[in-house]
C-alpha cells in the first residue's frame, strides 16, 4: 500500500521533472528540474531494492553531472531565458504521438490479457556481485567505457583549446 | 518507572518499536548533540583564533539575567538572538524563490549524512545508528555531493557579481575534491572488503585504527575534507579579501546564519566520517571498549568516545584555519588535480598490489 | 581471461596512448610525423593479423595450453578477423590522408591521430561484439569518438555545426539504441545475442522482445545511415574534416553492419520474418531516397553522403539474406560473403575518392572544383574515376561484382516473397540513377570546363602530389581494377569468414 502510494510520487515527480526540464527556456531551471528527475529515479531504485544503483545515481547523476551542468551553464552569457516564450519546436505534436504510442504498444498485449505480467524476483545485488562480475565477466565493456570518457576528455580540451599556435581569431573565416 | 517503559516498549510491533526508536534517535541526535556541538564550535573557533593571535575572545557572556559567567559559553545564546533579531532583508534584485530556498539546502546534507554514522555500538537493544545501508559511505558521498548546490544556488540566487563567481568557484573546487575524497578512501574499503560503515568500525576494532594502516588515504581525505566544506585554507567560495563575501554576500540575519551554521554542521559531518573511517569510530582499544555494549553506562561510554574523538577533529579543523594562508585558486586547483588525484590513484593501486600479493602467498 | 585474445585492441590503444604522450616532446613541426607513426604502427598490426595470425594463439597455448578465441561477450572468429582488417586498413589510409590534410585541418594533431586509433579500437570491439553490453560500449566509443573529430576544425562554422548536429542526433540513436536493449534483456533476461535465439517464458515478453529489436535495429539503423535515420548524414559528411568524413563513412558503417549481422546471425526463426520485412522496408527506402536525393547534389562530400546512403541500402539487401530462414537455398553465408566483398571495394573506392578530394584546392567541394583536373593532375584524375566507376558498379571494377552479389542473394531470399518485384525495381532503379550522379562527377572531371565561370578549364597550376599518398592512390587504383578483374582470391578468402553463417 505504502509503496504504491511512493511509486506513484515518485514516478509523477519523475515525470514532471523530466517535461519541465525539457520545455523550460531558462537553463538553470531546466537543470534543476533535471536534478528533480534524478532524485526521483533515485528513489525508484531504492524501491526496486537497488541501494547500490540509487547511491551511485544520487552521487554521480544529482552530486556530479548537476553541478557540471550548473557550472558550464553559469559561465555562459544570457543565462536566463525567458520561461513564457514556448520552446517552438516543430513536429511536438508527432513527436508526442510517438511518446504516447510506445508506452501502448508496450502494455498493450497484458491490457488485452487483462492481467499485469508476473514481476520477475528482484536479485538480490549487492555491490559485491557487482563488483565482480564488472571486474570478471564486463571488464572489456568496462575497460571500452574507461577508453571512452579518456576519448572524450581529450577530445573536449583539443576542440575547446583549438590550434596549438595560432590564436582563436585568426583563424582563416569560415 | 523503567519497568513501566519496557513493558511499555514490549507491547510495541517491532514496526512501531523501529518508527518510535528511530524518531528518538534523529530528535536525540541533532537536537541535544549536533545542533549544540555547532552552536559550540562557533564559540571554540573564536576563543582558539583568539588564543593564536594572543586576544582574548568572547569570555563574557554567561547564563542570561545573572552575573554569572562561565568562561563565556553563554555565547552561541547571545550569538543567536542577535542573528534572529537583526532585519531580514531581501534586496529587490535578487531571484527570491532560490535566495529562501539556499540556506536551507546548504544546512540539510549534513544533517542528512550523520543518519548512517554509527555513533555508538548499543543501548540496550537499539543499535546507535540512524539507518545501517549496506553502501553506507556512498550515501555518505551522494548527500556531501549535494551540499554545493547550497552554495550554488546562492551564487546564482543574489544575481550580482560576487556571489556569482563564489558559486561557479565553489562547484569547480568542490567537484574536484569530491573525486580526490572518494579515490582516497577506495584502499580502505579494499582492506575492510565492506561499504557498510558498521563492518568499518568492527574491522577496526579488530587491529589497528585505519589511521596507522592508511596514512596517505587519511591525509588525502583530511585535505579534500577541507574543501569540501569551504574552510580555509580553501574558502575560496568566500575569499572574503576579493570577493567580499563570496556565495554570502547578499545575505543578512537568519539566511546567514543558517549558511554559517550549515558550514559548522559540514564540519560535524566530515569529521564523524573521518572518525568512522580512520580512527576506529566508537572504539577504544582498551577497558574492553572495543566491543559492542553489554551495559547502559558502557554504550553511554562509547558514545562519549566518538564525540570526544569528534571534537579532537573538529579542533584540528579550526587550529588549521588559523595557522594557514589562503591558497590561490589556481594553487587550489593544481593541488587538487596534479597532486592529489595520483597520489590516491597510486594508494588504491598500491593497496591493491598488496592485498593480491597476501592473498597469492597464503 | 586471456589477455591476448585482446591483443589488437590493446595494440590500438595502447598506440593511442603513445602518441599522445609522443605529442608532449614533439616540437609544432613534427606533429606530422606523430601521424606517420600511428599509420605504421597499424600497417604493423595490420600485417602481423593478415600473414601471421598464429603469433596470438601461440601466446594463448603457452599461457593456457589451448587456443582461446572466445571471451565473455567477445569471440576473436575468421568473420570478427576480416573486420577488423578492414577497419585497420581503412584507419591506416585516414591517418596518411589526415597527414597530407594537416595544413588544413589548423587543429591538434595529436590529439586527431589518437582519437581516430580510439574510434579503430571501437570499431575492432564492435567487429567482435557477441553481447549487447560489448555492442553498446563499443558503439559508443565509435560515436563518441567522431562526435569529437566531426567538429575538430574548430576555426571553420561547418564543422562545428556538424559535430553538434551529429551529437544531438547520435545521442537520441543512442537513447534508442539502449532502451531496445534494455527490452530485450527484459524479454530475455540475458545480455547475450545468443539469447535471441530460443524461445521466451511468455507472449508478453516476447512482444517485449519484438518491440526491443527493433529499437535496437532503429539504434543500428543510425550508424549505418538506413532511411529514416540518415538525416544527419549529408550535414556531417560536408562540415566534418575530409579524412573523417572518409572514416565515417566507411568505418562507422561497416561496424554497424558487422554488428548487424552477428546479430541477425542469432534470430529466431521467427523473429528473422519479422526482420525480413523490416530490413526489406528499410532497404527499399534507403536506396530511393540516397539515389533520389543524391541527384541534384553540387557538393561533392554531400553528393558522397547520399551516395553512402544508397549504399547502405544495397548492403542491407544482402542483410535480407542473412534472415532467410535457416535451410533455405541461398544461405545466410551468401549474403555475407556479398556484403563483405561489397564492403571492401566500398572502402578502397572512398578512401581513393576522398584522399583525392583532400588535394584539391578549392574550400567548398563544389563540382566545379574538379574542372579540368584531368589537366592538372592525370593520377588524380585518374583515381577518381576509376573509384567514382567502382562505386556506380559498373564492370570490370571491384564495385560492380559486390553490387551484383548483394542483387543476387538478396533476389533469391526474396523469391517467394510478395515483396520481392518492387525492392528489385527499386534496388535496379537505383543503380541506374547512380550512374547519372556519378557520371555528373567524370563530366565535371573531363568536360567541366563551363560550371565555373570564374576559372576556365585547365588554366589553373597543376597539382602536385606528395610521393607517399601518389603510391597509395596508385595501389588503390590498382587493386579495384584487379580484384574486380580477378575476384577469385578475395572470395575465396572471405570463405572463411563466412563459414559462422554457413
Same mark, same amino acid.
Given at each position: 500500500m505504502i509503496e504504491g502510494v511512493a511509486f506513484y510520487i515518485l514516478s509523477t515527480v519523475a515525470v514532471l521533472g523530466a517535461l519541465l526540464a525539457v520545455s523550460r527556456r531558462n537553463l538553470v531551471h531546466g537543470v534543476f528540474a533535471l536534478l528533480l528527475f534524478f532524485a526521483a529515479l533515485s528513489g525508484l531504485f531504492v524501491m526496486l531494492m537497488a541501494d547500490y544503483v540509487a547511491a551511485v545515481q544520487v552521487l554521480v547523476y544529482v552530486g556530479a553531472v548537476g553541478i557540471l551542468q550548473l557550472f558550464a551553464i553559469m559561465l555562459t552569457e544570457h543565462v536566463t531565458g525567458d520561461d513564457l516564450r514556448r520552446l517552438g519546436a516543430r513536429g511536438w505534436f508527432w513527436g508526442l504521438m510517438l511518446a504516447v504510442a510506445l508506452p501502448v504498444v508496450l502494455l498493450l498485449p497484458p491490457l488485452l490479457n487483462g492481467e499485469p505480467p508476473v514481476p520477475p524476483a528482484a536479485p538480490q545485488s549487492t555491490a559485491r556481485q557487482l563488483g565482480s562480475q564488472l571486474m570478471e565477466h564486463y571488464v572489456v565493456p568496462l575497460e571500452v567505457l574507461a577508453l571512452l570518457l579518456t576519448g572524450a576528455l581529450i577530445g573536449a580540451v583539443a576542440v575547446a583549446h583549438g590550434p596549438e599556435k595560432d590564436p582563436p581569431g585568426k583563424d582563416r573565416p569560415a | 518507572m523503567i519497568d513501566w517503559i519496557n513493558n511499555a516498549i514490549a507491547g510495541l510491533s517491532a514496526q512501531e518499536q523501529f518508527a518510535l526508536f528511530g524518531l528518538l534517535k534523529i530528535l536525540v541526535a541533532v537536537f541535544a548533540i549536533v545542533l549544540p556541538l555547532v552552536a559550540y564550535s562557533v564559540v571554540a573557533e573564536r576563543r582558539i583564533s583568539a588564543w593564536i593571535q594572543d586576544r582574548v575572545g568572547p569570555n563574557r557572556v554567561g547564563i542570561p539575567f545573572t552575573n554569572v559567567r562561565v568562561w563565556g559559553l553563554g555565547q552561541p545564546l547571545a550569538d543567536g538572538v542577535k542573528v534572529l533579531l537583526k532585519e531580514d532583508f531581501t534586496p529587490a534584485h535578487v531571484r527570491t524563490a532560490y535566495f529562501w530556498l539556499a540556506p536551507m539546502v546548504a544546512m540539510v546534507p549534513a544533517l542528512l549524512t550523520l543518519a548512517v554514522i554509527p555513533f555508538g555500538s548499543v543501548l540496550g537493544a537499539q543499535p546507535m545508528v540512524m539507518a545501517d545501508l549496506n553502501v553506507g559511505i556512498l550515501y555518505t558521498f551522494g548527500i556531501t555531493s549535494l551540499s554545493v548546490y547550497g552554495i550554488v544556488l546562492a551564487g546564482y540566487a543574489s544575481n550580482s557579481k560576487y556571489p556569482l563567481l563564489g558559486g561557479i568557484r565553489a562547484s569547480a573546487q568542490m567537484i574536484s575534491y569530491e573525486i580526490a575524497m572518494g579515490l582516497s578512501v577506495i584502499p580502505v574499503f579494499l582492506l575492510v572488503g565492506d561499504l557498510n560503515l558498521g563492518q568499518v568500525i568492527a574491522y577496526q576494532a579488530g587491529g589497528a585504527w585505519l589511521v596507522f594502516k592508511q596514512p596517505l588515504a587519511f591525509a588525502i581525505f583530511l585535505i579534500a575534507a577541507f574543501a569540501e566544506t569551504n574552510r580555509l585554507p580553501f574558502d575560496m567560495a568566500e575569499s572574503e579579501s576579493e570577493l567580499v563575501g563570496g556565495y554570502h554576500t547578499e545575505y543578512s540575519s537568519m539566511k546567514f546564519a543558517l549558511f554559517f551554521l550549515g558550514e559548522y554542521a559540514a564540519m560535524v559531518a566530515v569529521s564523524a566520517m573521518m572518525v568512522v573511517l580512520f580512527f576506529g569510530g566508537w572504539t577504544l582499544p582498551v577497558a574492553g571498549l572495543n566491543q559492542p555494549a553489554t551495559s547502559l553506562g558502557v554504550g553511554v561510554l562509547q558514545i562519549a568516545v566518538f564525540l570526544a574523538k569528534v571534537i579532537v577533529l573538529m579542533a584540528v579543523f579550526i587550529w588549521v584555519r588559523w595557522m594557514l594562508p589562503r591558497f590561490r585558486y589556481d594553487q587550489l586547483m593544481q593541488l587538487g588535480w596534479k597532486r592529489l588525484v595520483p597520489l590516491a590513484l597510486a594508494n588504491i593501486v598500491a593497496t591493491a598490489a598488496v592485498l593480491f600479493w597476501q592473498s597469492t602467498k597464503s | 581471461m586471456n589477455v591476448m585474445l585482446y591483443s589488437m585492441e590493446i595494440a590500438m590503444v595502447l598506440s593511442g596512448l603513445g602518441i599522445l604522450m609522443l605529442d608532449l616532446g614533439t616540437p609544432a613541426r613534427g606533429k606530422r610525423d606523430l601521424g606517420y607513426l600511428a599509420a605504421f604502427l597499424m600497417s604493423l598490426l595490420l600485417l602481423q593479423s593478415v600473414f601471421m595470425p598464429e603469433v596470438q594463439d601461440g601466446f594463448s597455448l603457452l599461457s593456457s595450453g589451448h587456443s582461446i578465441t572466445e571471451g565473455p561477450g567477445y569471440k576473436l572468429d575468421a568473420f570478427a578477423r576480416y573486420f577488423k582488417h578492414l577497419f585497420l586498413l581503412a584507419a591506416i589510409l585516414v591517418l596518411l590522408m589526415a597527414v597530407d590534410f594537416a595544413g588544413t585541418l589548423r587543429a591538434r594533431l595529436a590529439e586527431f591521430f589518437a582519437l581516430v586509433l580510439f574510434a579503430l579500437t571501437g570499431m575492432s570491439a564492435a567487429a567482435s561484439a557477441t553481447n549487447f553490453i560489448t555492442l553498446f560500449v563499443s558503439i559508443e566509443l565509435i560515436t563518441v569518438s567522431f562526435y569529437v573529430l566531426t567538429s575538430f576544425q574548430r576555426g571553420q562554422m561547418r564543422s562545428l555545426e556538424a559535430g553538434v548536429k551529429y551529437l544531438i542526433l547520435g545521442a537520441a540513436a543512442s537513447a534508442v539504441l539502449v532502451y531496445g536493449i534494455a527490452l530485450v534483456y527484459g524479454a530475455t533476461? /540475458?545480455? %547475450?545475442?545468443?539469447? !535471441?535465439g530460443k524461445a521466451c517464458p511468455s507472449a508478453e515478453h516476447d512482444h517485449l522482445l519484438r518491440l526491443g529489436l527493433l529499437l535496437v535495429i532503429a539504434g543500428l539503423g543510425f550508424k549505418i545511415a538506413a532511411f529514416p535515420f540518415q538525416i544527419w548524414v549529408p550535414d556531417v559528411y560536408q562540415g566534418a574534416p575530409a579524412p573523417v568524413t572518409a572514416f565515417l563513412a566507411v568505418g562507422s558503417k561497416a561496424a554497424g553492419f558487422a554488428l548487424l549481422m552477428r546479430l541477425c546471425h542469432h534470430l529466431r526463426p521467427d523473429l528473422r520474418e519479422l526482420t525480413l520485412t523490416v530490413l526489406a522496408a528499410l532497404a527499399g527506402a534507403t536506396i530511393l531516397y540516397g539515389s533520389l536525393c543524391a541527384l541534384r547534389q553540387r557538393n561533392l562530400k554531400r553528393l558522397f553522403g547520399y551516395a553512402g546512403i544508397a549504399s547502405a541500402g544495397y548492403l542491407l539487401l544482402g542483410l535480407l539474406a542473412l534472415n532467410a530462414q535457416p535451410g533455405a537455398s541461398p544461405s545466410g553465408a551468401q549474403g555475407c560473403h556479398a556484403m563483405m566483398f561489397y564492403l571492401a571495394g566500398y572502402l578502397i573506392a572512398v578512401m581513393a575518392a576522398f584522399t583525392v578530394l583532400c588535394h584539391l #584546392?578549392? %574550400? #567548398? %567541394? #563544389? !563540382? /566545379?572544383? !574538379?574542372?579540368g583536373l584531368h589537366a592538372r593532375s592525370p593520377l588524380l584524375a585518374t583515381v577518381l574515376t576509376l573509384s567514382v566507376v567502382s562505386m556506380a558498379g559498373l564492370p570490370p571494377l571491384m564495385g560492380f561484382l559486390g553490387k551484383f552479389l548483394l542483387l543476387q542473394s538478396a533476389f533469391e531470399v526474396l523469391s517467394p516473397h510478395p515483396a520481392q518485384l518492387w525492392l528489385m525495381v527499386v534496388a535496379l532503379g537505383g543503380v541506374v540513377i547512380s550512374l547519372y550522379y556519378y557520371f555528373g562527377i567524370l563530366r565535371a572531371i573531363y568536360w567541366g570546363g563551363g560550371i565555373s565561370p570564374g576559372r576556365p578549364a585547365g588554366e589553373s597550376e597543376a597539382i602536385t602530389v606528395p610521393p607517399l599518398a601518389r603510391l597509395l592512390l596508385i595501389a588503390c587504383g590498382l587493386i579495384l581494377l584487379w580484384v574486380g578483374i580477378f575476384p577469385q582470391a578475395l572470395l575465396e578468402w572471405l570463405g572463411d569468414a563466412v563459414a559462422l553463417f554457413r
Open positions: - | - | 533476461g /540475458s545480455m %547475450e545475442f545468443a539469447a !535471441l #584546392d578549392g %574550400e #567548398d %567541394e #563544389d !563540382l /566545379s572544383v !574538379l574542372a
